[in-house]
């Protein structure tokens, strides 16, 4: 695997690329990456980079919101079937179907949403940021999409806004059970529980914090305690024990995306050999996706 990663540092020169991957993703991946982090932070970087070819170690939104952030650019997809199962809940004609029912209202769209979801919206956000966005809402009737747990957070964060929700989630957080967090608090009794806010809200009720991937570090990086409890993507480990030496981490079983899982050394090192895999957006999505996109950015700033 030396000779592989040698390889991709070496294309990643010769291509003038940058490697940005996601905190599930795998160790080796994120260890050959440019940039790691949450979604919000991988746009931001997306948006700023200078290189000619950026490799997206993700999901395939992920990838698109790159590519609507850098037209210009080479964005190329290590498994471009690495698709977010939550993103697939919502599709465009839906989101036109639900506003009908509701005019006058603001659309917020989570970032986990397709490119062509994206350009029906007002205004995109991350779970870094989705409270401060939707807040900042002119309307009070805000329809938010497609996550109904963090929109159910973001709900009562937000009382002074009628957040109109949509029947969609991820899965794996949906899948963590009060009886999982229940077990693992009476193992590690003196550990903090820090939750994704994708997580039901009967499990988020059992959490010390609720936060975003990088604001779980954070919050691990400043906790006195050496045993954390951490209720999100098993990937997280990797990252978190190395910005947090001598502290442990505990998951809950079984939470594992495999779409992030599914790239590896090889699907990185084979795009850059052959320039494969580029992610195409035609300029309507683009113009008209960028726009939410870019006030997400914005209203993170």
């Known amino acids: ?6 390889r991709i540092i070496e294309l990643k020169a010769k291509r003038n690329a940058v490697i940005l991957a996601h905190n599930y993703t795998r160790p080796e991946v994120q260890d050959v990456a440019d940039f790691v982090g949450d979604s919000l932070g991988l746009a931001v970087k997306a948006s700023k980079t200078d290189a000619d070819v950026i490799v997206f170690c993700g999901v395939t939104f992920m990838a698109e919101t790159a590519k609507i952030l850098n037209p210009g650019k080479t964005v190329l997809m290590p498994e ?20 009908a029912k509701h005019p006058g ?45 963090l929109g159910r957070h973001v709900a009562g964060k937000c009382p002074q806004k009628n957040v109109i929700l949509w029947d969609g989630f991820c899965p794996m957080h949906q899948f963590i ?19 994704h806010p994708e997580c039901r809200q009967e499990v988020l009720a059992l959490a010390d914090a609720i936060g975003s ?5 954070g919050l691990s990086r400043e906790s006195d305690s050496e045993d954390i409890i951490i209720l999100t993507e098993v990937g997280m480990r990797h990252r978190l024990e190395r910005e947090c030496p001598g502290k442990r981490f505990h998951f ?14 090889m699907s990185v090192l084979t795009v850059l050999e052959n320039m494969s895999n580029e992610v195409v957006l035609d300029d ?13 950015i914005d209203g993170s700033s």
């Open 1 to 6: 695997m030396d000779s592989v990663r040698e």
């Open 80 to 99: 471009p079937e690495s698709f977010c199962v939550m993103a697939q809940m919502c599709t465009p004609e839906q989101v036109d179907s639900i506003k």
């Open 105 to 149: 209202a603001e659309v917020v769209g989570y970032v986990n949403s397709t490119a062509a979801c994206k350009t029906r919206l007002d205004v995109c956000c991350t779970s870094s940021n989705a409270v401060d966005i939707v807040s900042s809402c002119k309307s009070r009737d805000v329809i938010f999409i497609p996550d109904m747990n």
């Open 177 to 195: 059970t009060v009886r999982q967090v229940e077990a693992l608090k009476r193992e590690f009794p003196d550990a903090p529980v820090i939750a």
């Open 213 to 217: 991937t990088e604001k779980m570090i």
């Open 252 to 265: 809950a079983e079984n939470v594992v995306c495999t779409a992030m899982k599914m790239i590896d050394l």
């Open 284 to 296: 309507e999505t683009m113009r008209a996706a960028y726009i939410p996109v870019k006030r997400m």
